[in-house]
């Protein structure tokens, strides 16, 4: 009876360090509130010197399916202008019909392949059931074809406003084996979908490597240099 007592409890130590390890792994890790929290530095303005309302001095080019373009009225570019607040510090959005199926995305091109190695994503100031709570990071090489590099099915992330989260390659998704020249992230759901304004983010930063595995069949965008050189 001991012995069967003695293993059963080696059973259930080795289940708890199993799933607590798992939940190590998945788990991410908040940074703080506010602007300050950022990390900075990011793929899309490493020199922390962008300028927002001109849509100048960035390493990126950057598109969206919703309200492109930075300020206006908490358009999508918002998320990469390294600040948190209201107003045109966060992308909010609210068109009739909800999300569409392809989800509402906010897309960053480069001119040079990164391996993602770590990003953050900040919830905005205000109605956390905006918060993305089904979304996906997303890489590609033609701006066409794109990979799942992390994904989210659930509840929201962010218990409050203004909150900086840190996800890591080799902890919260796999360690990329190829690098990317586009790096999108897409909503496709929230708690608030469809009604009012039913979506909104705060920031996102994209970290990579360039020393990591490229693909070399990449289709290299002929035009980057000129549209960078134009803004």
């Not at 109605?127 to 709570?133: K, N």
């Amino acid at each position: 009876m001991k012995i069967m007592l003695v293993l059963a409890g080696f059973v259930l130590m080795i289940a708890y360090c199993v799933i607590s390890t798992s939940d190590m792994a998945e788990a991410e890790e908040v940074l703080g509130t506010g602007t300050e929290s950022l990390i900075g530095g990011d793929l899309t303005d490493p020199e922390d010197n962008g300028e927002p309302d001109a849509d100048k001095g960035y390493d990126a080019i950057f598109s969206s399916n919703e309200e492109p373009g930075f300020g206006g009225g908490e358009f999508s570019f918002n998320v990469f202008d390294n600040r948190l607040g209201p107003i045109n510090d966060k992308w909010c959005c609210g068109k009739g019909g909800g999300i569409p199926d392809e989800g509402l995305w906010i897309m960053a091109e480069f001119e040079e392949q990164y391996a993602l190695t770590h990003f953050t994503v900040s919830s905005a100031n205000d109605v956390p059931a905006r918060d993305p709570t089904v979304w996906e990071v997303q890489g590609s090489n033609d701006g066409k074809k794109f990979e799942t590099i992390y994904a989210h099915d659930g509840d929201s992330f962010w218990d409050q406003r203004l909150q900086v989260v840190l996800f890591e390659a080799g902890e919260d998704y796999d360690k990329q084996k190829t690098g990317y020249r586009f790096f999108r992230h897409v909503t496709f759901d929230t708690v608030a979908n469809p009604a009012g304004a039913y979506f909104q983010i705060g920031e996102i930063e994209f970290f990579g490597d360039d020393s990591y595995p490229v693909d070399p069949k990449a289709k290299l965008a002929t035009t980057w240099g000129h549209l960078k050189n134009a803004r």
